[in-house]
């Protein structure tokens, strides 16, 4: 990469996607209030005990788009992957070597493998779950990449991808966002709070590369989803049967309100107890918003679960 960082616009969009979450691994779970305690764990084992019974089990765990860690982790610590070997993938090597580390202090072990989730570098038939977080909509083809999940599970083998953003969803929520930013904008003006924004890459020590680099996260988010595109993509796949559900509503409006908050301000001023106020808030939304499952259109939710086996025989 060039001093200036100028040749980050000539990169593919998967070099984009590798060369941006390389150079955001080290601040990412700061940056979105990441963590492996009650909270993460909880988030974690309730979306995947919203589409996986309590009986099931598994010996061998896949991960795509792993990122740092933050789904296999914390199934791994709310005991919902007890006996399995877990690996993980990810475009980004810098993900995973935060990845690795994040399981050896948290007692989790991981085999790491770098690959493009669209061309798994894997024999067929190697898992017998298939997990992903919030990496689907990073992708060029979202259906290459479920057609080689089908490929590598076994037959019988489980999908579950959480996490992934809704197209109405994601444009409501859209406007929280944009109302938290220019709230907290105007509030930060005030120069006794402007310590509170958090510093901008030049301020804090970094170069024309380092923005360069920053500058693509507006670039790695693709796609948003309906949910009965994401099912039906699935069945072409080869699942069956499939399974996709929809949640948050007034927890995400919140939750992205909390979020951009978070990314906004400067690292360490809101601490432990925001992150569990934060999340209880929207936990009990949450509550509202199961039961208004059924009753409000599922496309207005923000975050879709896709839930699919490879059939047998």
């Not at 061998?60 to 789904?71: N, Q």
């Not at 798994?120 to 909509?137: E, I, K, R, T």
Request: aromatic fraction near 8%; include cysteine; hydrophobic fraction near 45%.
């Amino acid at each position: 990469m060039s001093e200036d960082g100028s040749d980050v616009t000539r990169l593919d969009v998967k070099g984009k996607q590798e060369a941006y979450h390389d150079w955001e691994a080290r601040t990412y779970e700061d940056k979105f209030n990441i963590s492996y305690d009650d909270r993460c764990i909880d988030y974690a084992r309730d979306r995947f005990r919203r589409v996986v019974d309590e009986g099931e089990r598994f010996s061998r765990v896949l991960e795509l788009g792993a990122g740092t860690g933050f789904l296999t982790i914390n199934l791994a610590l709310a005991g919902c992957l007890d006996g399995a070997e877990l690996t993980v993938t990810d475009i980004s090597s810098g993900m995973l070597d935060v990845c690795v580390e994040n399981g050896r202090r948290h007692g989790v072990t991981l085999q790491p493998q770098p690959g493009d989730a669209e061309a798994l570098p894997f024999p067929d038939a190697s898992f017998d779950l298939v997990l992903g977080h919030a990496f689907l909509h990073h992708l060029p083809d979202p259906a290459a990449a479920l057609a080689e999940a089908h490929r590598v599970l076994v037959p019988g083998g489980t999908l579950v991808i959480a996490g992934e953003p809704t197209r109405l969803g994601d444009r409501i929520a859209g406007v929280f966002k944009r109302a938290a930013w220019g709230g907290f904008r105007a509030v930060t003006t005030v120069p006794r709070l402007r310590h509170l924004r958090r510093p901008g890459i030049v301020e804090s020590g970094g170069d024309a590369r380092d923005a360069a680099l920053a500058g693509l996260e507006h670039e790695v988010d693709l796609h948003t989803f309906d949910p009965a595109d994401v099912e039906a993509m699935a069945r072409v796949a080869g699942f069956a049967p499939v399974r996709v559900v929809t949640e948050e509503l007034l927890a995400n409006w919140v939750g992205w309100a909390v979020r951009t908050i978070e990314a906004s301000v400067r690292p360490g001023v809101l601490g432990e107890r925001w992150a569990f106020g934060a999340f209880n808030t929207w936990r009990r939304l949450s509550r509202i918003d199961r039961a208004l499952e059924g009753v409000v259109p599922a496309a207005l939710f923000y975050n879709l679960i896709l839930h699919a086996r490879r059939p047998v025989g």
